[in-house]
């Protein structure tokens, strides 16, 4: 890598350090992580190149969408998101924290995901947290990994605390890894919202391409939502 690369590189991951950002999705384009981490010295770059929601007949776009996930030693990783939010022209929820885990053995893992729930807009004040309990398990070219945790988020005009939980199954199939999930959430005091649809991640060497279908399977979930997104490696040390 040349010293100019070098230098916009280091740039553009403390920009994204500073913007710190959106609500946990680190593993795009599903709403599950799996309990694994970036290499030590190994800069995860995802770009989300739209989002689209639908929910009681109206749409909201975001577009870019950006995730950093930087390890720093094994088995430990920092996560950074951020999410702009183009039909309201600002930027969406934010978001920062650490995921580790542990192997017990080659075929299952498990880890914790801690994230600082940040205002990034005047309409947001106070900073949440939302912790999570991950697993996943490896068989052949089956992959598993399930999510439970809760969240407490002062940020919005009412403070919302609740729960949410996922499940995901993913195969292996060559530079294909096609997966199906299940996912639900609930504020307290209001309906829960589960949502369930298909995903899949195609090794383009040199980087990933995303993307993910989701259907509302409650009358609480938004009606539908698709993302893409392109992913890249980078050692940095």
Known sequence: MSPGSRRWLRSAIVAFLQLSASAAAAFPPYRSTDAETAEAGQLELRLGLLKVEREDGDNAYASPLLRANLG???????????????????LGDGAAGFKGVHFFSPSFSVGLETLALLPVSSELSGVGVESQLLATFRRDDLLLHLNAGGFYDPRPRDTERGWRASVLAELRRGRWRPGLELFAKQVHGEPSQVQA????????????????????????????????WLSWKWRLW
């Open 197 to 228: 649809g298909p995903g899949v991640i195609v090794d383009a060497d040199p980087f990933d391409v995303r993307a993910g279908v989701h259907f509302g399977l409650t009358s609480a979930a938004p009606d539908f939502r698709a993302t893409l």
């Open 72 to 90: 720093l030693v094994r088995n430990l990783e920092f996560i950074s998101e951020f999410e702009y939010q183009a039909d309201r022209g600002r």
